[in-house]
Structure formats: C-alpha cells, structure tokens
C-alpha cells in the first residue's frame, strides 16, 4: 500500500465503543475525544462510518456521544469478538479500525479483516485497552505483522494534504 491515505478510499469501523466498555479503558476521557474526533473528520470528509457492538443487551450501546456525530451509519451488533464478520459490508478496501480492547475484539477484527483481503489501518490513539500494556502489546504484534499504524491527527493532516483543502478550518478546528 502506499504510504497516502486518502478520504475517498477508506471507512471507518468503530469497534465496541460501548455505555458499558468505553468507561473501563485506559485514559477513558481521552480516547472518547480522540474516538470524537475521527468520527467528526470523517463524516466532513465523506468518509463512511460504522460501529459494531458486542452483546449490546450486557454492554449496553455505542456511546450516543459517538453515535450523533455519525448520524445514520450502520451498527453491527455481534457476539463473536470479532467484527470482522462484517467485512463484507463494508464497501471500501482500505479499512481505518479504532475502538476497544484493543488486544481482544480490534485485534481479532483486524487479522480477520486483513484475511479477507481489506488493507487495515489501525487508528492507534483512537484504541484502548483496560490496561495500557496490552495495547502496547497488541500494537506491537500488529507493527511485526506489517499492519499499519496511524494517529488521529496524522491521519487528519493525511487526508488534508494541503492548508487549501476546501475542509482545512473545520478538520483542523476539531483537533485544536
């Protein structure tokens, strides 16, 4: 893959962002808003958007903060720790994933993803674990597997390119 990535040739997949789950990770608050974050950019960008949600009748449902900011986008309710069954619904090659844990449900989700011939590019500060170790762990299984790595604000400025994209002021407005 080339090292670009561009708007028009991905979506994101939100994993298990959840009333229940979110607020037992690391650093919670913060990836909330990096979460925020990256669902706000893509939407103004036209990036499609999706959630998936483990056993949602336990866990509860994608945060409403999340949901609002992708009003209309599909949620995929599952009980496997993957979501990667979902794959085929997702339309794009190039797949951004974020969400939570990061070494359980994303993880799996990302090697299943990758199994099925998607390019996966995992939002690293949009993902969190209950404990920071495991993400760190699970991160650095998917640098040695050749999976790539990105952050919320470089992946922002990815999609700009340049100061003179129509959507500079209100991409860079949301990370500020």
Not at 13 to 35: G, S, T, Y
Not at 98 to 125: F, M, N, P, W
Not at 150 to 168: C, G, I, W
Request: some cysteine.
């Amino acid at each position: 893959m080339s090292w670009r990535i561009e708007a028009e040739q991905v979506e994101l997949l939100v994993v298990d962002a959840q009333e229940k789950l979110l607020p037992a990770m690391h650093q919670a608050e913060i990836l909330e808003k990096k979460l925020g974050q990256l669902i706000e950019a893509c939407v103004i960008l036209g990036v499609p958007v999706s959630f998936s949600e483990q056993y949602p009748k336990g866990l509860g449902r994608t945060l409403t903060s999340l949901k609002k900011l992708a009003p209309g986008a599909p949620t995929h309710e599952k009980t496997r720790f993957s979501a990667g069954e979902f794959g085929n619904k997702l339309e794009r090659k190039k797949i951004l994933v974020a969400g939570v844990e990061t070494h359980i449900c994303l993880r799996q989700t990302v090697y299943d993803l990758s199994r099925q011939g998607k390019t996966v590019i995992v939002v690293a500060d949009a993902t969190s674990s209950r404990c920071v170790q495991n993400k760190e762990l699970a991160l650095s299984e998917f640098v040695a597997d050749k999976i790539f790595i990105t952050s919320v604000e470089a992946l922002l400025f990815e999609f700009l390119q340049d100061a003179e994209h129509p959507k500079f002021k209100e991409i860079s407005n949301l990370i500020k």
